[in-house]
Every structure is written in structure tokens, then in C-alpha cells.
């Protein structure tokens, strides 16, 4: 009897998991995106900068799509006139001139570097999963070709013993979005 007691109490606390939450920016403490002037009309350009081994492109970019589509949804700053169509990093020169024929005030330009889980598994019986979210963030005022913005922002939410698949993805990348937005 004691010996099961004892061993739910340990399985209980397996299960609730150690989750933290680390953010860093750089540069770091950056102002909020729409904490100065009015964007104006908003082009919104998603691209990425995969790893070379990096598994499931298509999958990741759906997960970033839909969360750069929520985040941007209803923009306090700006009205959003374009979300373009998810591409390579080298397609950078291309939406700059495509939100100049738009007519639009501002490209903001989001770098996508790292979406997915990581599972780290050590000895003795010990692992740990993180939803890692890597990207720059990049304001351009068109008129003028001033940057109002250029961060690049990691976060990384999970730790021992938690269980953290692709599920959560969208939602940190929102969070972590959102937090540039408007703080």
C-alpha cells in the first residue's frame, strides 16, 4: 500500500513536468512595433531560412503561415493589405519590389529560422522537449527605406519530462509575434 503511494506520487510528479519558458531578443528589449508612428498599408512578406537538414518544410510552413495570418489579422498600427506567399529568403528583393507596386507604407519582413520540437533524451532515464521558435523581424518604412524594426527573436517553451510535440507551434509563434507587436 505505502509502496503504491509513494509510486503514484512519483509518477504525478514525472507527469507534471518542469515547463519554462526562455525569450531572448536581439538586440535585446526591443520597442514594440506599434509603439511609434502608423504603419500605414502593410505588406507582409513570410519567408525562411531552413537549416539544410531541416525535416518537413511543407508542414512547418503551413504552421507558420497560419500563425503569421492570426498574429496580423487585425494589426493596431496598420492595415495589412498583403500576407504573401511563404517562400525562400532569397526572395527578399522580390517582395520589397512587390509592396512597392502595391502601393503599401511598409514591408514587414518575417525570417522564419527554426520551427519545430526538440527532444533531448539522456542517461539516467531523463528527457526533455521544447518548442523552438526561431525568426528576425523586420519593419521597412518603403518612402523612405528606414528600418523601424530589425529583431531577431528565439523562444523556446518546455523542459524535463514534458511532452511538447508540433501542436503548440502555432501558439508560441503568435506569442512570440504578438509580443513585437504590441507590448
Known amino acids: 500500500m505505502r509502496f503504491s ?15 519554462t519558458v526562455e525569450q531572448t531578443d536581439l538586440p535585446p528589449d526591443p520597442a514594440a512595433l506599434c509603439s511609434g508612428a502608423p504603419l ?17 518544410k511543407e508542414r512547418r510552413e503551413a504552421i507558420a503561415v497560419a500563425a503569421i495570418q492570426s498574429s496580423f489579422a487585425a494589426l ?9 506567399a511563404i517562400g525562400p529568403d532569397t ?16 514591408l514587414l519582413t518575417i525570417r522564419v529560422k527554426e ?10 532515464a531523463l528527457w526533455s522537449t521544447w518548442s523552438d521558435v ?4 523586420k519593419a521597412e518604412t ?5 528600418v523601424r524594426m530589425d529583431v531577431a527573436r528565439h523562444r523556446k517553451v518546455g523542459g524535463a519530462f514534458a511532452v511538447r510535440g508540433v501542436g503548440p507551434l502555432q501558439q ?6 504578438k509580443g513585437l507587436i504590441a507590448s
Open 172 to 177: 508560441e509563434f503568435e506569442t512570440a509575434l
Open 91 to 106: 526572395q527578399a528583393a522580390s517582395a520589397l519590389s512587390a509592396a512597392k507596386a502595391a502601393g503599401a507604407d511598409t
Open 115 to 124: 520551427l519545430g520540437p526538440i527532444l533531448i533524451i539522456s542517461i539516467p
Open 76 to 84: 493596431p498600427c496598420g492595415q495589412v493589405v498583403s500576407i504573401r
Open 40 to 56: 500605414g498599408k502593410v505588406v507582409v512578406a513570410p519567408l525562411t531560412h531552413w537549416r539544410p537538414d531541416q525535416k518537413e
Open 142 to 146: 518603403l518612402a523612405t527605406g528606414a
Open 134 to 137: 526561431k525568426f528576425d523581424l
Open 5 to 19: 503511494i509513494i509510486l503514484a506520487a512519483a509518477l504525478a510528479a514525472l507527469l507534471s513536468a518542469c515547463t
